[in-house]
T-cell receptor, first 110, second 111 residues
């Protein structure tokens, strides 16, 4: 069966510190992968998507970046976090016709 | 993707049907209507989708008007666990499978 993992579940980081969030998918090959962010009380915003290894498209300009070093691994990074980077980060992949979302990482930048 | 309009919030009594409306008056002929829901502090969960015919699965029913400009998601017997934000999204299947989430409807199921 297809599963998606994200870690860590929660994270508290100071302003200016680096960030690395990891997402892995099991049970599927060459999936489309996505990173979304949800600010408190807001809807989901698509940040990045990838259709293959090394292929990253950015939807919103920001101080975040994404990488896909392996087929089923998607990483969200930042060199220096801002207060506005706080939020709920969700990774997703595409099934036959729907998207499956991971459990999310709640990031608080202090 | 076409824009959707949903009421920001709705209440429903436990055990009654919950009918969640969505307007998508600018929908194109090749765009599907998708419904997802997000329970607090979890990732969104796919519920159902359709093109022009009504659809039903184990979770819900989707009623799409003949002109396709609006639809209704029906939860036939709402439970407390159905309390969530429900998102209506229209998307063409050739749009890279990207989803554009709006504000959704916050459904509160009350005992």
């Amino acid at each position: 069966s297809q599963t998606i993992h994200q870690w860590p579940a929660t994270l508290v980081q100071p302003v200016g510190s680096p960030l690395s969030l990891e997402c892995t998918v099991e049970g599927t090959s060459n999936p489309n992968l996505y990173w979304y962010r949800q600010a408190a009380g807001r809807g989901l915003q698509l940040l990045f998507y990838s259709v293959g290894i090394g292929q990253i498209s950015s939807e919103v300009p920001q101080n975040l970046s994404a990488s896909r070093p392996q087929d089923r691994q998607f990483i969200l990074s930042s060199k220096k976090l801002l207060l506005s980077d706080s939020g709920f980060y969700l990774c997703a992949f595409t099934g036959a016709y729907e998207q499956y979302f991971g459990p999310g990482t709640r990031l608080t930048v202090t | 993707d076409a824009k959707t309009t949903q009421p920001p919030s709705m209440d429903c009594a436990e055990g009654r049907a919950a009918n969640l409306p969505c307007n998508h008056s600018t929908i194109s002929g090749n765009e599907y209507v998708y419904w997802y829901r997000q329970i607090h502090s979890q990732g969104p969960q796919y519920i159902i989708h359709g093109l022009k015919n009504n659809e039903t699965n184990e979770m819900a029913s989707l009623i799409i008007t003949e002109d396709r400009k609006s639809s209704t998601l029906i939860l036939p017997h709402a439970t407390l666990r159905d309390t969530a934000v429900y998102y209506c999204i229209v998307r063409a299947n050739n749009a890279g499978n990207m989803l554009t989430f709006g504000g959704g409807t916050r459904l509160m199921v009350k005992p």
